[in-house]
């Protein structure tokens, strides 16, 4: 497509449940990022992938976060045992090439309560 | 940590005001780049300037990078309403953003 896609755009989720949060790139863009953004201000870099590989995953937190770009599937990133503090907005974005710009999807809004 | 810091804060002018927004960051770059949030929405892209490039135009907005002093502007010229949002610069380096904490600009009519 031509804009970033992202699904849901609203997620509630209990402390401890799983979440999980998808986006499509533009179509031809070979980098995936994600970022979360807490209060509306800070961006957080998470994960980027060149196409189905990561390629840079030092903003995630491990344990509970995973996140996959497969071929002819929707990219996601899921938490585990999601906690309050994971209640934020996650962005996803794609970019031709790894310095180019890139366009942010509308992003998912997590609530944990 | 943050690398971009965007100043100021917050920035409340008139309509057809210009608003002037700085970004200071701390490491080698690759580009900077400039993003509007509009309120519970998605960032959109405004401009991307290379780390050999010190001034670049798009419409009414114009950026200076100074690599020496790490520093970036963004002018808006002849503000519109429609320009309140909130302003991130970003600095690339092996393909990551890095984002300032944003300006908030509110343009009264």
């Known amino acids: 497509g031509e804009e970033v896609a992202q699904t849901p755009k609203h997620l509630v989720r209990g402390e401890g449940q799983k979440a999980k949060l998808y986006c499509a790139p533009i179509?031809?863009?070979?980098?995936v990022f994600w970022y979360q953004q807490v209060l509306k201000n800070e961006f957080k870099f998470l994960i980027s992938?060149?196409?189905?590989?990561?390629?840079?995953e030092t903003g995630m937190p491990k344990e509970r976060f995973s996140a996959k770009c497969l071929p002819n599937s929707p990219c996601s990133l899921e938490i585990q045992a999601t906690k309050l503090e994971d209640s934020a907005v996650y962005f996803c974005?794609?970019?031709?090439?790894?310095?180019?710009?890139?366009?942010f999807g509308p992003g998912t809004r997590l609530t944990v309560l | 940590s943050q690398q971009g810091e965007e100043d100021p804060q917050a920035l409340s002018i008139q309509e057809g005001e210009n608003a002037t927004m700085n970004c200071s960051y701390k490491t080698s770059i690759n580009n900077l780049q400039w993003y509007r949030q509009n309120s519970g929405r998605g960032l959109v892209h405004l401009i991307l300037i290379r780390s050999n490039e010190r001034e670049k135009h798009s419409g009414r907005l114009r950026v200076t990078l100074d690599t020496s002093k790490k520093s970036s502007s963004l002018l808006i010229t002849a503000s519109r309403a429609a320009d309140t949002a909130s302003y991130f610069c970003?600095?690339?380096?092996?393909?990551?953003?890095?984002f300032g904490k944003g300006t908030m600009l509110l343009v009264s009519p």
């Open positions: 179509k031809g863009h070979s980098y």
């Open positions: 970003a600095t690339e380096g092996y393909s990551t953003l890095t």
């Open positions: 992938f060149q196409n189905e590989n990561v390629f840079d």
């Open positions: 974005a794609s970019s031709q090439g790894g310095d180019n710009e890139q366009f």
